[in-house]
Nanobody, 122 residues
Framework: QVQLVESGGGLVEAGGSLRLSCAAS????????MAWFRQAPGKEREFVAA????????YYADSVKGRFTISRDNAKNTVHLQMNSLKPEDTAVYYC???????????????WGQGTQVTVSS
């Protein structure tokens, strides 16, 4: 089992940048595929980005491709989401997710963090 804690959210103007972090407990972090999802008010949760166990495979939603970058540091049990050129439509609660057996946009992630709020003002 793994516990996930997100950080790095906040308020930023359109065009700005934020870097989200997700710290994972446990000694087997490199066994988990990781992902970021987001949920805006009144909308369903949607996939943002994912990274495989070793970090050699990454996946992005079309809406963030070219602006967001997912990365992981297995030595520090951390996954990051670098968000550049932020837009008001990126405003949402961002969630970190992990799974032992699956990876990618459609994986049934088993473990979830509590989320961190990102607000982009126009």
């Amino acid at each position: 089992q793994v516990q996930l804690v997100e950080s790095g959210g906040g308020l930023v103007e359109a065009g700005g940048s934020l870097r989200l972090s997700c710290a994972a407990s446990g000694r087997t972090f490199n066994s988990y595929a990781m992902a970021w999802f987001r949920q805006a008010p009144g909308k369903e949760r949607e996939f943002v980005a994912a990274i495989s166990w070793t970090g050699d495979l990454t996946y992005y939603a079309d809406s963030v491709k070219g602006r967001f970058t997912i990365s992981r540091d297995n030595a520090k049990n951390t996954v990051h989401l670098q968000m550049n050129s932020l837009k008001p439509e990126d405003t949402a609660v961002y969630y970190c997710a992990a799974d032992l057996n699956h990876h990618g946009p459609s994986a049934p992630y088993e473990y979830w963090g509590q989320g961190t709020q990102v607000t982009v003002s126009s």
